[in-house]
């Protein structure tokens, strides 16, 4: 009895600060998105919708390469699935019941049958899931896949990838440690199991083991199982899979118009409106006018919510980078690194105002302390990145927002472009030949 | 080749064309896109389609210089370019080049210049859907492999994929397709302005690889659908000495030589 206190006591303990820890933690990402400017939203919203369901809940996307899709399909369903037999532990660990939805309806058999069938389904789908995540461990270590190697993935992201995976690996561990144990203890007390599917075929084997060591055994795997989910829950938000929940959000927020197409800079606009315009050209500066205007961008706080939603998005898959035509023929450019630059430097910033009570200090650094110049000029604008992402990331809009700067706000540009700009703005052409000359075509 | 009318002439006249040919500054200047720019002229001459060129009052798209990052130079050229387009009250543009494509028909928009816009491998599939454009006997293009390279800003950018390859089929020739194409087809390495500067440090060229890409299907004529595609891919056939076997062509030269107007073969 004082044990049955005792263990809900400390699961409690240990549920309400990880919940804390963890709002915590989402409350400072989602604010740490706030940083950037405001989205535009185009297309309608039961597009996004769509988008959500077709590429977020089913996945559309990654059925391009249908062998990884279903390993990845089975351990996002098995991951799904398991969430309800996860409720029915919530309520044991804070109540100390035990298996409290299948006590519950003891004398029905209809409500056992189904709770019997999800917990076997459940299982089924981990064990599909341990396939998937030893094939996906293999891959990464064994086979060592050129987009698992790039440089990018040098240290933390490399141990974040694999230590995702083990802790899978952990977690179905435990709950088939839990449900054979159990099993095993129903069977010495009723003459049978649950009948579990899988958990079932082991247990009577086990059978004959003491009930203290199998009271123990179950408790060492429900305790271990619910641990896991806690310390996945703190780990979440550090590691690079928080597309398990963003993917959601960021198809809703994609955009919808034609992959070709870029904003166009409204600051800009608005200057060459009074540049063209004889009233406003000579007039004095009014009021407005001298809040200076930043085009393009040098930091995250430049870019806008969508573009540093899609940072904390990316799981680092780097189907981009593989697709990317730079990045094929040995440039420095990677789309991937893109978006985990602009992660690490939004955490940075987000650091940076927690500790000084707010406000951002200059910390003399920027997103162009991570990204260099090179980079960004290895960029075609081809899209293969865009096209490649399996949940509507867009590496190219912030590559093209850090293009916008060096060139209008720090002039940094090659010689070459430098040459195209101002044949486009004396001649009307990128190259040296005349306007009056474009109708030559026509003499052969 | 006939006279080509301007818009000017046209509104001297009291005219507007139905369709604005915009033809770009590779097909105004680039010796091998012009070609391109002719062949497509002869087909429309061909059909008496009631078309004029905007000549000598044609400016840059500003394509290459907003790809750069530079928006005050793209926007500046948008701004004189809407404004003539509007002056004339121009309502249908058809273009060969997908980058002129692109920002005609996406970025203009927004910035006061609405038109309707089509690339050419769209509308010659249009007439050859209207039983106007013909090829009797397939040309002489049977027994010839045709690969179609997809341009970034005619595909991805903009989801045309099957115009092109349906004008090619009327062609008679065996289509095959190159490994990445479509959705996943490989740039030839000229968009995003890096067709005006030299490549950033690397292994190995974008335009190179792309062929040795096309090159692997073992056709006889690359088939392409934009002036700097074409300049990219010219380049990496002849860098591998193949220029001899295999040809590169836009589809608006195809078209006008199987049409009998144009002889490319």
């Not at chain 1, 590559?399 to 706000?409: G, N, Y």
Request: hydrophobic share 40%; charged share 20%.
């Amino acid at each position: 009895m004082l044990l049955k206190i005792l263990q809900i006591l400390v699961f409690n303990i240990i549920f309400l600060s990880t919940i804390y820890l963890a709002f915590k933690k989402a409350k400072q990402i989602y604010s740490n998105i706030q940083l950037g400017k405001a989205m535009k939203k185009d297309g309608s919203t039961n597009e996004r919708i769509k988008n959500v369901l077709l590429i977020a809940f089913g996945q559309q996307k990654m059925f391009q390469n249908i062998l990884p899709a279903i390993l990845h399909f089975c351990i996002y369903v098995a991951f799904i699935i398991t969430q309800i037999e996860l409720i029915e532990i919530f309520i044991d660990g804070a109540i100390g019941s035990h298996r409290l939805l299948y006590h519950t309806f003891d004398d029905n058999h209809i409500f056992h049958f189904l709770y019997v069938g999800t917990i076997s389904f459940i299982e089924i789908l981990s064990v599909l899931a341990f396939i998937a995540t030893i094939a996906f461990l293999s891959r990464r270590n064994l086979l060592k896949l050129p987009r698992f190697t790039k440089p990018e993935l040098k240290g933390w992201p490399t141990k974040d990838a694999n230590l995702i995976l083990l802790f899978e690996i952990y977690l179905i561990a435990c709950i088939f440690s839990m449900n054979i144990a159990d099993q095993a203890m129903h069977i010495q007390e009723h003459g049978e199991g649950y009948g579990f599917l899988i958990s079932g075929m082991i247990a009577p084997a086990l059978s004959h083991l003491s009930y203290t060591l199998l009271h123990v055994w179950e408790r060492i795997g429900w305790w271990g199982h619910i641990i896991g989910v806690f310390g996945f829950m703190l780990y979440l938000p550090h590691s690079k899979h928080l597309h398990i929940l963003l993917a959601f959000p960021n198809t809703y927020f994609a955009k919808l118009t034609p992959k070709g197409q870029l904003s166009n800079l409204e600051a800009v606009t608005k200057e060459i409106k009074i540049m063209m315009n004889p009233d406003t050209a000579f007039a004095a500066p009014t009021e407005a006018d001298a809040t200076p205007v930043k085009f393009g961008a040098k930091d995250v706080f430049d870019l806008n919510q969508k573009h540093l939603l899609d940072a904390y998005t990316c799981t680092e898959c780097g189907r981009c980078t593989s697709a990317c035509p730079a990045n094929q023929t040995g440039k420095k450019l990677s789309p991937r690194k893109i978006m985990m630059d602009t992660r690490d430097r939004l955490e940075e910033v987000g650091k940076n105002i927690q500790a000084n009570g707010g406000q951002f200090v200059d910390d003399q650094k920027s997103l162009l302390s991570y990204i260099t110049v090179e980079e960004l000029r290895a960029c075609t604008t081809c899209n293969a990145c865009v096209q490649e992402c399996p949940v509507l990331i867009n590496p190219l809009d912030i590559i093209m927002e850090l293009r916008r700067h060096l060139i209008l706000e720090e002039s940094n540009s090659p010689e070459e472009w430098n040459g195209m700009f101002s044949n486009i703005e004396n001649n009307s052409a990128p190259w040296q030949f005349s306007q009056q000359d474009r109708l030559k075509w026509e003499e052969n | 080749m006939e006279k080509i009318k301007t818009v000017a002439e046209m509104a001297a006249n009291g005219e507007t064309p139905e369709i604005l040919f915009w033809v770009g500054c590779a097909g105004s200047f680039d010796a091998r896109a012009i070609k391109i720019t002719r062949a497509f002229t002869k087909i429309l001459q061909h059909l008496n389609i009631n078309f004029a060129v905007l000549g000598k009052e044609e400016g840059c798209t500003g394509d290459p210089a907003k790809r750069a990052g530079n928006e005050f130079a793209y926007q500046m050229a948008a701004h004189t370019n809407i404004e003539i387009l509007n002056a004339y009250e121009i309502k249908k543009i058809v273009t060969t080049c997908p980058h002129c494509f692109n920002i005609l028909k996406n970025e203009y928009p927004e910035l006061g210049g609405q038109y309707e816009v089509v690339h050419h491998a769209t509308y010659l599939q249009e007439l050859i859907d209207a039983g106007k454009i013909k090829i009797q006997g397939g040309g002489s293009f049977k027994g010839k492999r045709i690969t179609f390279h997809d341009s970034c800003y005619l595909g991805r950018a903009n989801d045309i994929y099957e115009a092109p390859r349906e004008v090619l089929a009327i062609l008679d020739a065996e289509l095959v397709e190159m490994k990445k194409s479509k959705k996943n087809g490989m740039c030839c390495g000229a968009g995003g302005a890096q067709m005006f500067k030299e490549d950033e440090p690397g292994d190995a060229r974008i335009n190179a690889v792309r062929t040795e890409q096309a090159l692997e299907v073992n056709p006889d004529i690359i088939a392409a659908a934009c002036p700097f595609c074409m300049t990219m891919l010219s380049d990496g056939v002849t860098a591998k000495d193949k220029q001899k076997e295999v040809r590169v062509f836009d589809l608006a030269e195809l078209i006008a030589h199987g049409q009998g107007l144009d002889s490319i073969l």
